[in-house]
């Protein structure tokens, strides 16, 4: 079987380590395809069939499909986004982001850093 080609942003993308971690634990090869600079550049490759990335499904669309098991690729582990804010700091963006997750219907959780740390979520 040829290496799988990834499109992949530069090194410190935590998304390309994802997959290629994912990739070498199941002992599956891999091979750069493209390194894009943007995420417009990476949709724009792995459309035009470059190759695979891996991505969270908040930015899937109708244009990408979700490759998995039955295309013979391991299943790649959740992640988890933490966002931090000073609550000393007043600032009107922030708190905007902020207020948008806490008050609407999502499946994002607003939870202090000491209740995080509690649960062992970090």
Same mark, same amino acid.
């Given at each position: 079987?040829?290496?799988?080609?990834?499109?992949?942003?530069?090194?410190?993308?935590?998304?390309?380590?994802? %997959?290629?971690?994912?990739?070498?634990?199941?002992?599956?090869?891999?091979?750069?395809?493209?390194?894009?600079?943007?995420?417009? %550049?990476?949709?724009? %490759?792995?459309? %035009?069939?470059?190759g695979?990335?891996?991505?969270?499904?908040?930015?899937?669309?109708?244009?990408?499909?979700?490759?998995?098991?039955?295309?013979?690729?391991? +299943?790649?582990?959740?992640?988890?986004?933490w966002?931090? +804010?000073?609550?000393?700091?007043?600032?009107?963006?922030?708190?905007?982001?902020?207020?948008?997750?806490?008050?609407?219907?999502?499946?994002?959780?607003?939870?202090?850093?000491?209740?995080?740390h509690?649960?062992?979520?970090?």
């Open positions: 079987m040829s290496p799988i080609p990834l499109v992949v942003m530069d090194e410190t993308n935590p998304f390309r380590q994802l %997959a290629t971690n994912t990739l070498d634990d199941a002992g599956i090869q891999w091979r750069i395809a493209y390194e894009a600079a943007s995420l417009s %550049a990476v949709r724009a %490759a792995v459309n %035009a069939e470059v695979i990335t891996a991505r969270p499904l908040e930015m899937q669309n109708a244009d990408l499909r979700i490759l998995g098991e039955s295309e013979g690729l391991p +299943r790649l582990p959740e992640t988890q986004y966002l931090y +804010r000073n609550f000393d700091e007043q600032n009107e963006a922030v708190l905007t982001v902020f207020n948008a997750i806490e008050n609407k219907k999502t499946p994002y959780t607003v939870t202090s850093v000491e209740e995080a509690s649960l062992d979520l970090e």
